[in-house]
């Protein structure tokens, strides 16, 4: 299974950006897709996930800020649309996914897209 993060830039406090990971490989092996943000200086932080498999609802509010994350199963992608953007929430964001027969987290990881928020 391959991750990759794309959709980030620089923007200004207030706007709003989607970022997309697309998904390549053996995707039937996923149960659920997260996404994870690393700001300057810090650790890690989980965001919010969302479930893979077509019952799953398709969207959710995300742990950390004005975020949702959403899935589009036939196109293998999921989405982190993230408004009103503060400064604080620069950081390099990066998806990944957990497999069905891994129950302690995420063991897919994909390279991450830099969102830079000016004030």
């Known amino acids: 299974v391959q991750l990759q993060a794309s959709g980030g830039g620089m923007v200004q406090a207030g706007d709003s950006l989607t970022l997309s990971c697309t998904i390549a490989?053996?995707?039937?092996?996923?149960?659920?897709v997260g996404w994870f943000r690393r700001a300057p200086g810090a650790e890690r932080e989980f965001i919010g996930a969302?479930?893979?498999?077509?019952?799953?609802?398709r969207s959710t509010d995300s742990v950390k800020g004005p975020f949702t994350i959403s899935r589009d199963y036939a196109k293998n992608v999921v989405y982190l649309q993230m408004n009103n953007l503060k400064p604080e929430h620069t950081a390099v964001y990066s998806c990944?996914?957990?497999?069905?027969?891994?129950?302690?987290?995420?063991?897919?990881w994909g390279r991450g897209t830099q969102v830079t928020v000016s004030s």
């Open positions: 990944a996914a957990q497999e069905i027969t891994y129950p302690r987290g995420f063991n897919f």
């Open positions: 490989g053996q995707t039937d092996r996923i149960t659920r």
């Open positions: 969302v479930g893979w498999s077509e019952s799953s609802p």
